[in-house]
């Protein structure tokens, strides 16, 4: 039931007593609450970051790198509980002013280079080791059409239809019918690109895929906001087929538990420092 009595007033201001998943974290205002210094680990990048659509993007290409044999991609990946506000510290807003995660921060220059918003890195990172990412001009930017083309649609299918659905602490029918049937229209734009194509650029798995997959794989495949049914999933048969082949790829499979901190224990690896920390992670998983 939608509360219709609601009238805005003339100046906004910040109930922080307002309830709602995440309402501990959210503020309208930018900048560090408290000091503390981000840890360094022993490879030139460094991720902080938390196993969220957005952070899987990121350690889905890192882990596809090395995958590829490319040994100067290691890396380590702290863990970030934005829950808990470490994105607001002072070392964090050093690396990313708008304290979001993922960032990243390349120590192989001088000084070290921070790169930050999710589509950057995927694009940073591609151009820094030459893979995922078409040379041609055309295949470059159809690449690069669908990386920014998700990074606009992405917050209608999470801060929308996925607040609303899930998260928000009254169903507002009005607020999940709009979002509803954007989330819908964009499955609907994939689904066809993918009946023409066997990734979402073309006939190359790019960074256009590992940005796309874990918002919309992750959706078709129940394994966010458990709206599946709800979206009608199933009739996005080219969706459901590529994220299907996505989810099979080993390096897809090991970059999307990396920082990850909610669901089953053995998809959970809050820091990864080195290849041998996803074995060591099922080992303890047994163990525990």
Known sequence: MSDNSYQPPKVWTWNQSGGGAFANINRPVSGPTHEKTLPVG??????YSLGTPNGQKVTILLEELLEKGVSEAEYDAWLIRIGEGD???????EVNPNSKIPALRDHSTTPPTRVF?????????AEKFGHFLPKDPAGRSETLNWLFWLQGSAPFLGGGFGHFYSYAPVKIEYAI???TMEAKRQLDVLDKQLAQHTFIAGDEYTIADMAIWPWYGNVVL????????????SSYKNVLRWAKEIAERPGVQRGRIVNRANGPLNEQLHERHDASDFANNTEDKRQG
């Open 42 to 47: 022993k490879h030139p990048l460094q991720l």
């Open 87 to 93: 994105q607001f510290s002072s070392g964090f807003v």
């Open 117 to 125: 918003e999710s589509g950057s890195i995927l694009l940073y990172l």
């Open 177 to 179: 019918n709009r979002f």
């Open 222 to 233: 129940g394994n966010v906001y458990d709206a599946a049914e709800f979206l009608d999933a």
